[in-house]
């Protein structure tokens, strides 16, 4: 797609009813921190990674470990031995004060898109946070009116890459897959939302990068998520 002004991608906006979000890298601005902070604790150690910058190294590492994370988790969760392992893992982030609620930073101009957007479109949130997580990020920034739905790695037994969150998602608003959008900033994301058989944004203001994105499936891949209503 050139522009949002093509003649075939004003059409078939005219068949989308429901807009999805994944939260960290698309609306909530956390994974390059992430990155940096592990970045720094091998500031000692940088000369022994390609142009002195382990960056693109974790980079790879954290994007090509959310798969198998999410099914490994999905695996123990059919088995009843998922709540101990998220549960700590979540204290454990809490600590390191990523996760406490009231401290997200929203990816810039994300709160006005999504205000743009919901005059026209039902909206929610697909993520494998949990659902306190998600409501928490709802409510700092006031959007507890705007979004319709999350579903959250408590709604589903399989995560993303899975396409079981968004048939979960569209299915609670009593639509199809292929009335959908979902926004995310990883392959992850692309691959469940292709696999489940709606419209799949990238956005390039998290972790993944054009190539990557585009070859997973990707219809669509935009600099930031704030960039959507442009287009929708």
């Known amino acids: 797609m050139l522009n949002p002004d093509d003649p075939s991608f004003r059409d078939f906006k005219t068949s989308i009813r429901a807009i999805f979000f994944d939260l960290d890298g698309t609306l909530i601005d956390t994974d390059d921190a992430a990155l940096e902070a592990l970045a720094g604790r091998l500031e000692r150690w940088r000369w022994v990674f390609p142009g ?19 099914t490994l988790i999905s695996l123990l969760d059919m088995v009843g031995l998922d709540d101990n392992l998220l549960s700590a893992s979540d204290r454990l982030r809490r600590v390191r004060g990523s ?27 697909v993520t494998t946070r ?64 292709k696999s489940a058989g709606c419209f799949a944004v990238g956005v390039l203001c998290g972790f993944g990068e054009r190539d990557e994105l585009l070859e997973a499936g990707a219809d669509l891949v935009l600099e930031t998520a704030s960039q959507l209503h442009a287009w929708f």
């Open 52 to 70: 002195d910058d382990p960056r693109p190294l974790l980079r790879r590492a954290i994007l090509a470990a959310e798969g198998p994370v999410n």
């Open 99 to 125: 996760r406490a609620e009231g401290r997200f930073s929203a990816v810039p101009g994300v709160l006005e898109m999504i205000r743009a957007l919901y005059r026209s479109y039902r909206l929610g949130i």
């Open 130 to 193: 949990s659902r306190a997580d998600a409501l928490a990020f709802v409510r700092q920034f006031g959007l507890e009116a705007l979004f319709e739905l999350a579903a959250t790695r408590e709604d589903t037994e399989r995560l993303k890459p899975h396409p079981e969150p968004i048939w979960h998602a569209a299915s609670a608003l009593g639509l199809a897959p292929q009335q959908c959008v979902m926004v995310g900033d990883t392959v992850v994301d692309i691959v469940s939302a």
